[in-house]
């Protein structure tokens, strides 16, 4: 076959990477082997935050990344975190490699406080227990094993939804397709919508869904429409996926924010569930979750489990030790654990709080408009249906950082700033 000779690398090019024992493509002169690879652009969450971080604005206001601030605004380690390394410390704990599915005490703890304690998948072991790196890589695990034992089915995830959400399941080669979530006329539910495009689905899909406090809406089916969707998900065959990132954070209630996949489950339907530990334990760093697959009988768990753990091993072989056994300690100690829902019930309420604040306030200055979906929506977030060009102004002008979707993160902001922002959203919504 008559080759040609590329004219970045030159005609010697092919004859130099022999000597050198190296393919052509790796010798450049005074370059990299990579420089064809492509900036990629900033994360839509984090990039918010780099640009917060470079700002110089004395009045800049950070409410991109759902990460839970003090009335200050510094970050909060809980007390009972606190409480529960103090115990580990003198517990003398060795730094030991865990087991691929994880922390024993975690896997037991974290499944109870996500189904119950009387849960009879739990009690007649239905359920596979992984434990993994937070949310995302609990999710990661899911789309890889979908990707390989679910081959051509497809997940269909809200619209809109966590921006993360289809970076995991595109990258893991899954197909993914949206179905209508938000009503941007009522800022609410479109569950007709919904309900029509989960009924058009092929049948035996993959439904993601949020566990409660949908990111980035803050929009909750209420508990008869979560019905109609589990009758809907049995009726079709469709395989619900939980994502539950704010169990106890969203309105204070563990079991109140678990009510939607206990609900699926006690319906008889086979579920997987993904959860996180960063928002209701302050555990951002730790990197602390789980992906559960409950499933009709105790067999089909055991061999689900041995093929999470045969991918686990390939992308980071044993998961960390250290915020796994905290949340093992908090959820095992009555005390730690009355204190942990104390400290739970109180961030949300701090959030509750400007909630109300920042729906007053927007009232007294723009009270042509409806302002009342800022207090209907629950959770870390709100979202204010502002165009990205008004979240341009908010940014430009006024240093509010934020993601361009028009979300905004509640637990960044304080009562101090609540007349700021309202200010800076007038401004945006009125002349932009």
């Given amino acids: 076959m008559k080759t040609t000779a590329s004219p970045r690398y030159g005609p010697g090019a092919p004859q130099r990477a022999a000597l050198l024992n190296k393919p052509a493509a790796a010798v450049v002169a005074n370059g990299s082997r990579l420089a064809g690879v492509e900036m990629a652009p900033p994360d839509p969450i984090l990039g918010v935050s780099e640009a917060f971080k470079a700002s110089k604005d004395p009045n800049k206001l950070n409410l991109g990344v759902g990460a839970y601030r003090t009335e200050e605004l510094q970050p909060l380690v809980l007390e009972v975190v606190k409480k529960a390394e103090q115990k580990m410390l003198a517990a003398g704990y060795n730094k030991e490699y865990l087991p ?12 109870q406080l996500l189904l119950g304690s009387d849960s009879a998948a739990v009690k007649e072991g239905r359920v596979a227990v992984l434990q993994a790196l937070s949310g995302t890589g609990s ?24 921006g993360n959400h289809r970076n995991i399941f595109g990258d893991e080669g899954v197909e993914w397709k949206y179905y209508r979530y938000f009503d941007p ?6 569950f007709k919508g919904m309900v029509e495009d989960l009924t058009a689905a092929p049948d035996g899909s993959i439904v993601l869904l949020h566990g409660c406090a949908h990111n980035p809406t803050g929009v909750d089916p209420t ?14 065959g469709h395989m619900p996926f939980f994502d539950v990132a704010y169990q ?28 996180s530990y960063s928002k209701n334990l302050g555990l951002y760093g730790e990197r602390v979750g789980a992906l559960n697959v409950v499933l009709s009988d105790a067999d089909a768990a055991k061999s689900v ?9 390939a992308i980071w072989s044993n998961p960390p030790t250290h915020g796994a056994r905290i949340a093992a300690e908090v959820v095992g100690d009555a005390d730690m654990f009355e204190l942990w829902k104390s400290e739970m019930a109180g961030m949300a309420g ?26 209907k929506q629950i959770g870390m977030f709100s979202f204010t249906g502002m165009t990205p060009q008004q979240v341009d102004n908010m940014t430009n002008k006024h240093a509010v950082f934020m ?9 960044g902001l304080s009562s101090s700033k609540v007349a700021y922002l309202a200010d800076a959203i007038v401004d945006s919504v009125r002349n932009h």
Avoid: H
């Fill in 350 to 375: 701090r959030i509750a709080k400007v909630r109300g604040e920042l729906q007053a306030a927007l009232e007294s200055r723009c009270p042509d408009r409806d302002w009342s979906f800022i207090t």
């Fill in 305 to 313: 489990l041995s093929q999470l753990k045969r991918l686990a091993r």
């Fill in 185 to 190: 006329d009522t800022v609410g539910l479109d």
């Fill in 223 to 236: 508990p008869q429409q979560w019905q109609e969707i589990a009758d809907l998900c049995k009726a079709k």
């Fill in 139 to 162: 999710l990661r695990v899911g789309a890889a094993f979908i990707a390989r034992f679910m081959k051509g089915t497809t997940v269909y995830i809200s619209n809109p939804t966590w």
């Fill in 100 to 111: 691929i599915e994880g922390l024993d005490a975690f896997r037991q703890a974290t499944v």
């Fill in 248 to 275: 106890g954070f969203a309105t204070g209630d563990l079991d109140k924010d678990a009510f939607a996949p206990r609900l699926f489950v006690d319906n008889g339907l086979e579920v997987m569930v993904a959860q």
């Fill in 403 to 411: 993601t361009r979707d028009g979300r905004i993160s509640l637990a």
